[in-house]
């Protein structure tokens, strides 16, 4: 089992910027794959970021040049920059294990508005 921790998050204005953290436990080293999601009430969760355990990380086109994950064996970082009012959700941070498990946390609810 995998137990999936975020932190982080919470309100700004827009052009501001907000962390969020990420902590997984358990079968760590099963954890191909680290990353976020982000979901708007009624619509679907989208991909946000996401790191290989090798390193190789894919933004959405969305939040290309303004977010950068990194990574550090169980744990995940997402630094937003220059956040905007579409930015708003609740992210989840994920883990995929190899074999394809997935494991998301509780979500963490990010809010950009003036």
């Known amino acids: 089992q995998v137990q999936v921790v975020e932190s982080g998050g919470g309100s700004v204005h827009p052009g501001g910027s907000l962390k969020l953290s990420c902590a997984a436990s358990?079968?760590?080293?099963?954890?191909?794959?680290m990353g976020w999601d982000r979901q708007v009430p009624g619509k679907e969760r989208e991909l946000v970021a996401q790191?290989?355990?090798?390193?190789t990380t894919t933004y959405a086109d969305s939040v290309k040049g303004r977010f950068t994950l990194s990574r550090d064996k169980d744990t995940t970082s997402l630094q937003m920059n220059s956040l905007k009012p579409e930015d708003t959700a609740v992210y989840y941070c994920?883990?995929?294990?190899?074999?394809?498990?997935?494991?998301w946390g509780q979500g963490a609810q990010v809010t950009v508005s003036s």
């Open positions: 790191v290989t355990i090798g390193g």
């Open positions: 994920y883990v995929v294990l190899y074999g394809g498990l997935k494991y």
């Open positions: 358990g079968r760590m080293f099963q954890m191909y794959v």
